[in-house]
């Protein structure tokens, strides 16, 4: 039995005051997409991308019906769903970086819907990757038996190394690398005052890389410069309550704190994608299972104000790097227009292909 604690720490556990009810409806002739697996947790960088999936189907597909289902009621909805979907609606899994061995009831929950539904087209939103192949325990091997050689099986990656990853150890054809899908994400570019101020966006989770370095470089900024402290994820998530009537008014309240800052400094993978999207320069670090710098060296090494810091025991050029950066001109710099990467995961949800 998997203690309460686990179950909270990975977004599987809500007392009956956190999760909807679900009245779906019985067959119908309109084609539905189900996303199952969005979260209810208060991790910014996660309701961040629930929120572009939801934006994203009801963009692409105005025609269809997009049920989303969070993950904590996803094992109870499955028989509703088996009982009234039909064969040519969709199975859309929540992205996002969770594919690894440290979070393992996440993949558990992929394998679960990936069996029940043999016959529909499942398609996985863009993810991470990380597992270790010496471990004979991880959770990869069963989700290889699962989807191996399924045709109607769509696994979307957002950087090069995890789809290579999966390529080479997969034999599955349906396997592509596209941008996440928070870069999909439509931020009201409007007018907001920049103070002379550095907001920090650190880990303080299983994630982090400790680097004496890096600590030493926080303290002198935080001696140096007006800085505010934040983070991406929210230890007090139950005051935050997640439903369909809050869910952008919190994840454009978090990006307002980055469109406010004059500079980011951040070893989370949606720090550096929330300064990408709202126009901040980024002082940003590598997280321990490496997935900002698969990202960054897949898509986003060519944006002038994303600043990734490669090697840590020499961090001279950071120091005047911040120093430029916080004692020159306020700016706000232009977001890269991402959507022409995302024909193929489009193709996948529409079932053309």
Known sequence: MIKLREKIKHGLYSTNIFVHKFPIKPKTDKNRIFLLGTPLFMNYGDQAISLAELQFLKRQFPSKEIISIPEDAVYQQLPVI????????????????????IYPLQDEQRIAVIKEFTDNRIVLFPQSTSYDLSNSSSSFFELKENIENRNNVYLFFRD??????MKNNIQLKNIFCVPDIVLSLRV???MVDRQNKITTFLRRDVEKVV???VINLVKKVNKE??????DTADTFWMEHVVTKWNHEKLVKKKLLEFQSAKLIITDRLHGMIFSIITGTPAIVFDNSNHKI???????????PYIYYVE????IKNVYSKIDELM??????YTMPDFSSYYAELIRALSRTS
């Open 225 to 230: 410069y007006n800085v505010e402290k934040s």
């Open 211 to 213: 680097n004496e370095n």
């Open 160 to 165: 090069q190394y995890s789809m290579s990853f």
């Open 327 to 332: 004692n020159g001109r306020t700016q706000t």
């Open 82 to 101: 088996k009982k009234i979907i039909n064969s040519t609606d969709v199975i859309a899994l929540h992205g996002g970086g969770n594919m690894n061995d």
């Open 311 to 314: 090697d840590t025991d020499n």
């Open 188 to 190: 009201n570019s409007g």
């Open 293 to 303: 710098k698969n990202a960054y060296e897949s898509w986003f090494k060519d944006i």
